[in-house]
């Protein structure tokens, strides 16, 4: 439910928050390279007051590398088979103005506007602890609540951070999002163009975040959108195995989001997929799951093919036994009659799955 831009996402300080048993605030007085512990002193509880005190003295086994005189943010948490046994630490190193950034940040239980409005003044903070901690938050957020709260987010500087080398490319995929969502109606074309450009940009490499800048791009040019990207990667041979992964996703999310783009034109753009080898099974699954009941002739005649593996042929085995026509289960005969063995352990890893 979360943005389907944003990957290999840590939790947020606040979503650590609220998985622990104890927040404070403290500074390192001194470390222990005997036993690793670290001696530190609490300057503010924000949670679990009843076992730890301000001024109160700890030693504590830290997941951090810490000095004396470093302030960290503590995160507590007592083991579930034994709360009164020894508590497991998780530290973040914080100056003043992280720190006063945590402090203020919105309750967890707070309106999830209010909370994002809070966060999208943060994005790209010169401080890179607050500018992945404010990203983090938009990137645990369900999509619909990012929609509904676009008008929170900063176009002119997504449209900038979209370009700038010095941004984390990891971080480009939400951007390309924002930018589309909270593109006001007199900017949309201007912004769809300015998008284009980007996708239309050569690269030699992955690109991570390109995802979403693709799926901000259908969201604003719609058919036109879909065109050029299937003529520029789905049913181009020779296009990047990447890149045609990020169409792929963004094809996926339009599917669930747009509302332009006809499904049955959607389909078509993933059914050029089948004659590649090496994404015929994400295909062939997509469209089982999108209904696409009329790419049964084509889906079928991937199932012979040399170039067809093991796991490709099952994915044409599951489109046949959950599409529900007759055509359906007249072609998995058939298949049986060729392949017998191949067909029995399709269905047979399929009714395990």
């Not at 439910?1 to 831009?5: E, G, H, I, L, T």
């Not at 399709?346 to 009714?351: F, N, T």
């Given at each position: ?5 944003c990957?290999?996402?840590?939790p ?9 048993d104890?927040?404070?605030l ?6 222990d390279q005997r036993d ?6 609490v300057?503010?509880?924000l ?10 003295a ?10 004396p005189g470093d302030l960290?943010?503590?995160f507590?948490r007592?083991?579930?088979a ?5 508590l497991?630490?998780?530290a973040?190193g914080?100056?003043?103005t ?10 967890p239980?707070?309106?999830t ?6 966060f999208?003044r ?14 983090l938050?938009?990137g645990?957020?369900p999509f619909?609540?990012?929609a509904r709260a676009a ?8 449209r ?8 984390p490319q990891s971080r480009k995929?939400?951007y390309?999002?924002?930018?589309a969502?909270a ?11 300015f998008?284009r450009g ?5 690269a ?5 975040g390109?995802?979403?800048i693709l799926g901000?791009?259908?969201?604003l040019?719609?058919?036109p959108g879909?065109?050029?990207?299937e003529?520029?990667y ?5 296009s ?6 990020h ?16 499904p049955?034109r959607?389909c078509?753009a993933?059914?050029q997929?089948?004659?590649?080898p090496?994404?015929?099974e994400?295909?062939i ?6 209904t696409?009941?009329?790419m049964l002739?084509?889906v ?8 067809s593996?093991?796991r490709?042929r099952r994915?044409?085995v599951g489109?046949l036994?959950?599409c529900?026509?007759q055509n359906a289960r007249?072609?998995?005969?058939r298949?049986r009659a060729?392949?017998p063995k191949?067909?029995a352990a ?6 395990r799955?």
């Open positions: 439910v979360a943005c389907p831009f990957t290999a996402l840590k947020s300080l606040s979503q650590r928050g609220q998985r622990a104890i927040v404070a403290a500074e390192v007085e001194s470390t690793g512990q670290s001696h530190v002193r300057h503010r509880v949670k679990g007051k009843g076992r730890v005190g301000p001024q109160d700890l030693a504590a086994r830290l997941d951090l590398a810490v000095s960290v943010l503590l507590g007592v083991a579930e034994d709360p009164h046994g020894e497991t630490w998780h973040v914080v100056d003043e992280s720190d006063a950034y945590h402090a203020r940040s919105p309750a239980q707070a309106p506007d209010e909370r994002l409005r809070y999208a943060y994005l790209e903070h010169p401080d890179p602890l607050i500018a992945e901690d404010a990203y938050e938009f645990h957020t619909s609540d990012v008008d929170v987010l900063p176009s002119a500087n997504l900038a951070w979209l370009v700038d080398p010095r941004v995929g939400f390309g999002l924002a930018i969502l593109a006001p109606a007199d900017e949309r074309v201007a912004t769809a163009d998008l980007l996708v239309m940009e050569p030699d490499d992955f690109r991570a390109f995802d979403g901000g791009y259908l969201l040019a719609g058919p879909l065109d050029l990207i003529s520029r789905l049913a181009n041979p020779d990047a195995d990447g890149d045609v992964r169409a792929l996703t963004a094809l996926r999310f339009y599917r669930e989001f747009g509302r332009e783009i006809p049955a959607l078509g993933m059914a997929l089948l004659v590649r090496e994404f015929a994400a295909a699954t997509d469209l089982a799951r999108w696409a009941w009329d002739a084509r079928v005649e991937v199932y012979s093919r040399p170039t593996d093991t490709t994915a044409v489109y036994l959950s529900p026509s007249q072609a998995l005969a298949l060729v392949d191949g067909v399709a269905e047979d890893v399929l009714s799955t």
